[in-house]
Every structure is written in C-alpha cells, then in structure tokens.
C-alpha cells in the first residue's frame, strides 16, 4: 500500500504563486509515475501533471508555461510549483502515484488539497 499526504493548498489572488507537496509513504518503492490531478467543481476530474521514474513529464496545456513539477527522491516528495494562477485553477488538487503490482499496476491517490484564486 502506498499512502499520500497533500500540502499547501489555500487561497491566492489571480497571478500569485503556490507550491504543493505530497509525501508517498509505506510500498514507495515499486511507484513509477507520481503526479496531480484536480477536480473543479461541477467538472470532471482532470491530469494537471506528471512525471515518470525516469524524469519525462507531461503537462495540460492549460498550465504548460505556468505549472512546473518536481520530485525529490530522496523524500519521496513530489512537488507542483504553481505560478501565474488564474481563477480557472481554482480546484481540488489531488496526488496521485502509479506502483507496479505484478502482474497489474495499481494507482493511489491522495485526499486533495483545495487551491482557490480568487481577488
């Protein structure tokens, strides 16, 4: 099993900055992609960013220029540097890790963190 704690969301004002984290803990040793999702209201659910073990990353391209993630490794911390927010960001972020789990892949995700901009 594999456990995700977000950090870090809250309220900002259009074009300011927030980071998310979000620490994997317990079987983190098998997670081959680490990234975010977020859900606004009345939407659906929808891939923010993500990067693989080996470093490759994709972006929406709503965020691409704006939204840069990051991993540390050694924590097992992935991170979403969010700059230029705009109102239509405003959302719950969720983690989410893929592991292999022989012969299948399973995916975690953590409990979401609310990102607001608003003036």
């Known amino acids: 099993q594999v456990q995700l704690a977000e950090s870090g969301g809250g309220l900002v004002q259009p074009g300011e900055s927030l980071t998310l984290s979000c620490a994997a803990s317990g079987s983190t040793s098998d997670i081959y992609i680490m990234g975010w999702y977020r859900q606004a209201s009345g939407k659906q659910r929808e891939l923010v960013a993500r990067?693989?073990?080996?470093?490759?990353?994709d972006y929406a391209d709503s965020v691409k220029g704006r939204f840069t993630i990051s991993r540390d490794n050694a924590l097992n911390t992935v991170y979403l540097h969010m700059n230029n927010l705009k109102p239509d960001d405003t959302a719950v972020y969720y983690c989410?890790?893929?592991?292999?789990?022989?012969?299948?892949?399973?995916?975690?995700w953590g409990q979401g963190t609310q990102v607001t901009v608003s003036s």
């Open positions: 989410t890790a893929i592991a292999a789990r022989p012969p299948r892949s399973e995916n975690y």
């Open positions: 990067m693989r073990s080996g470093g490759n990353t």
